[in-house]
Structure formats: C-alpha cells, structure tokens
C-alpha cells in the first residue's frame, strides 16, 4: 500500500524553465510534508517542508504547494538549473505515527 | 555545525558475517530514523528511535535486525548473518524533535558477497 506516491520517475526540463514536480498521498493524517534532493551516493538533502495548515511555502527558487482536499502537493523550481539534475523525493509524516514515509522519487534533468 | 555522520560508508561482508552500522546524529539531536534503499528502489523506512528507547520498529525485519540508540554515542544498526538480499544503501537522520526536519547522512553502501 503506497501512502504517497510520485507517479512520474522522470522529468526533463530545460535550463531556466519552471521544473513542477507532483506527488500524491493518500493518508488523510498526514500534516507535514517535505521534498529532498538526492544526488547519486550521497544522502538525501533536505530541500523545503510545508505544514498542513499552509498551502504554499517558498524559499528561494524552492516553491511547495499543498492541495490538501486533492491530497496533492508539487515542488516548483523557478529557474531550473543544471545542477538542479538529481532524484527528489516527497515525503510525508502525520498523526500518531512519526515515521516519514517517503515517494518512490521522480528523477530531474535540466538540460543546459 | 557537523551534519549526520555515518561510518562506514562502504562496508564488505561475506554471507553469513554480522555487520555495524553507525550513527552520529547532528548536535542537539536526539531522535534517530533508519532508512534502507534497495537498487531502484526508493527509501524504506526501518526504525524510529530516541536515546535509549525504539519508538517505531515496523519496518525492521523481525529477525537478524536490531538497532539502538544509546545515551551516549552513535546509533547502532546491527544485522547479524548477513545474506545477499541485504545489500542496500542504509541511510540514518537526525532529528532535533519528532516534528522537527529530519537530515540525513551520507550513508552506509552494505555489499554482501
């Protein structure tokens, strides 16, 4: 049973656009979402986080909105830049359980 | 300000052998979450953890795997007669609180031969 779920495994952008990465979950407890970035043989790295009373949270080229009636939120990155090129991840924690559950990730490419 | 340390990062063990994973967790930090990532595959939670009590261990197999968190010194992710299958990135976070973001280490690659 997938509680979150990144549906598209790759994106390709090119350098300067909007790259929008979506993610859907469907868990109605959870109250608190997160994005990492992972380049290859590293560990994740925390990008941006939003709470379920927000809808939107932004940090610098980093934008997350949160659809909480759709069960959806997405990840903008304004503008894309090569080395935005790695795996992000959508994760999610909520009611009793503090566990982060996490999507199966959506590769990025920016092309330059 | 050291972020979460793991050692080793690339760890050799033949079929059989017991294997330690280690943990150091960001100052002022004391909640711990183990993660497994298989080839393709995405994160995978194992085991939620404050110094010295396991809060959550519904994602650790229930047998050959243990983890703690003493009061002092790192977390320890110990599986014993390691076979083929658990070879896998295990990735550890730290968190200051269980609401707080969790930040992860660089991992530990496990290659059982």
Same mark, same amino acid.
């Given at each position: 049973?997938?509680?979150? *779920?990144?549906?598209?495994? &790759?994106? &390709?952008?090119?350098?300067?656009?909007?790259?929008?990465?979506?993610?859907?979950?469907?868990? &109605? @407890?959870?109250?608190?979402?997160?994005?990492? *970035?992972?380049?290859?043989?590293?560990?994740?790295?925390?990008? /941006? =986080? /939003?709470? =379920?009373?927000?809808?939107?949270?932004?940090?610098?080229?980093?934008?997350?909105?949160?659809?909480?009636?759709?069960?959806?939120?997405?990840?903008?990155? $304004?503008?894309?830049?090569?080395?935005?090129?790695?795996?992000?991840?959508?994760?999610?924690?909520?009611?009793?359980?503090?566990?982060?559950?996490?999507?199966?990730?959506?590769?990025?490419?920016?092309?330059? | 300000?050291?972020?979460? @340390?793991?050692?080793?990062?690339?760890?050799?063990?033949?079929?059989?052998?017991?294997?330690?994973?280690?943990?150091?967790? @960001? *100052?002022?930090?004391?909640?711990?979450?183990?993660?497994?990532?298989?080839?393709?595959?995405?994160?995978?939670? @194992?085991?939620?953890?404050?110094?010295?009590?396991? /809060?959550?261990?519904?994602?650790?197999? *229930?047998?050959?795997?243990?983890?703690?968190?003493?009061?002092?010194?790192?977390?320890?992710?110990?599986?014993?007669?390691?076979?083929?299958?658990?070879?896998?990135?295990?990735?550890?976070? =730290?968190?200051?609180?269980? $609401?707080?973001?969790?930040?992860?280490?660089?991992?530990?690659?496990?290659?059982?031969?």
């Amino acid at each position: 049973d997938q509680q979150v *779920k990144q549906n598209s495994p &790759s994106l &390709s952008v090119q350098e300067g656009r909007i790259s929008i990465l979506n993610c859907d979950y469907t868990n &109605s @407890m959870f109250d608190y979402f997160l994005w990492y *970035k992972k380049y290859p043989a590293e560990g994740p790295t925390f990008l /941006i =986080s /939003i709470s =379920s009373i927000k809808d939107k949270n932004e940090d610098g080229r980093f934008t997350v909105f949160l659809n909480k009636s759709a069960k959806h939120l997405s990840l903008h990155i $304004v503008p894309s830049q090569p080395g935005d090129s790695a795996v992000y991840f959508c994760a999610a924690r909520g009611g009793s359980n503090y566990k982060l559950t996490f999507g199966k990730g959506t590769l990025l490419t920016v092309n330059p | 300000n050291a972020g979460v @340390m793991q050692n080793p990062r690339h760890l050799v063990r033949r079929r059989g052998q017991e294997a330690r994973l280690r943990c150091s967790p @960001m *100052k002022g930090h004391s909640h711990v979450y183990w993660y497994r990532q298989l080839p393709e595959e995405g994160l995978k939670f @194992m085991v939620y953890l404050q110094k010295e009590n396991i /809060i959550d261990e519904s994602g650790m197999p *229930k047998e050959r795997f243990s983890a703690e968190f003493p009061k002092e010194g790192p977390s320890i992710l110990r599986i014993q007669q390691v076979v083929r299958g658990d070879s896998a990135a295990y990735f550890c976070a =730290s968190l200051r609180s269980e $609401v707080a973001e969790a930040f992860f280490g660089q991992g530990t690659r496990l290659t059982v031969v």
